[in-house]
């Protein structure tokens, strides 16, 4: 997600490439589901200016 955020994209962007795709089956079933995962991360990550 590092290497999204660095290349400018935006959180739509980064959701719709679905960089936990690897890793849902196993992971992506509970509470917090892959979409938000990505949300907290790309959110908590700093923004390249």
Do not use: C
Request: without cysteine.
């Amino acid at each position: 997600m590092a290497k999204l955020v660095a290349q400018k994209k935006s959180l739509t962007e980064i959701i719709a490439a679905k960089p936990t795709a690897d890793l849902d089956a196993t992971w992506g079933q509970g509470m917090i589901k892959p979409d938000l995962f990505v949300t907290l991360i790309v959110k908590t990550l700093p923004q390249r200016k």
